[in-house]
T-cell receptor, first 110, second 118 residues
């Protein structure tokens, strides 16, 4: 079993849709959870960061962590064509060893 | 300043060339990383420097040689590369080993250096 699993997509949604992106992980020691957005041929950009279980909201983005299920989610409300990118989850227990999911390619169609 | 700056943005080199990739950050981060990313794949860890000392080397071939001259700079020296080494090389930094909800233990990436080996 891989340490972090993520549906690679591609995922296509119409503009204005709610998007749900998910990762599952196997190591219960993980406690820092990140979502990165990466546009084609660019470096990953940090979108959301959460520590331990719970929800965190930032504008149209909500990150959710359920440590009991080892499951993390990123919700995008009112999706825009500019949200079209690859979304990577990244997880670490205590820094330095960051484990990435394979990424989900999202297309938001106008 | 919340940026990681990488130069050059693009590099084309032959298999006999020697070149270097450079990375700079002024966020006071004491851990710096080199990642390699192939198309449609996640970043793959190559090296980690913590407090200017090499702490992780993920069995990277010796044709890649990292260097950390000071706490703000990270170099990756390239020599005798192969065409399969063509990729996006990403530098990142973080605060190492801070606990709680301090906002640490988050990777900040640069824009990357796109390398093509002919």
């Amino acid at each position: 079993q891989k340490e972090v699993e993520q549906d690679p997509g591609p995922l296509s949604v119409p503009e204005g849709a709610i998007v749900s992106l998910n990762c599952t992980y196997s190591n219960s020691a993980f406690q820092y959870f990140m979502w990165y957005r990466q546009y084609s041929r660019k470096g990953p950009e940090l979108l959301m960061y959460t520590y331990s279980s719970g929800n965190k909201e930032d504008g149209r983005f909500t990150a959710q962590v359920d440590k009991s299920s080892k499951y993390i989610s990123l919700f995008i409300r009112d999706s825009q064509p500019s949200d079209s990118a690859t979304y990577l989850c990244a997880i670490t227990a205590y820094g330095q060893n960051f484990v990435f999911g394979p990424g989900t390619r999202l297309s938001v169609l106008p | 300043d919340t940026e990681v700056t990488q130069t050059p943005k693009h590099l084309v080199m032959g298999m006999t060339n020697k070149k270097s990739l450079k990375c700079e950050q002024h966020m006071g981060h004491r851990a710096m990383y080199w990642y390699k990313q192939k198309a449609k794949k996640p970043p793959e860890l190559m090296f980690v420097y913590s407090y200017e000392k090499l702490s992780i080397n993920e069995s990277v071939p010796s044709r890649f040689s990292p260097e950390c001259p000071n706490s703000s700079l990270l170099n990756l020296h390239l020599h005798a590369l192969q065409p399969e080494d063509s990729a996006l090389y990403l530098c990142a930094s973080s605060h190492p080993q801070r606990g709680g909800n301090s906002g640490a233990n988050v990777l900040t990436f640069g824009a990357g250096s796109r390398l093509t080996v002919l």
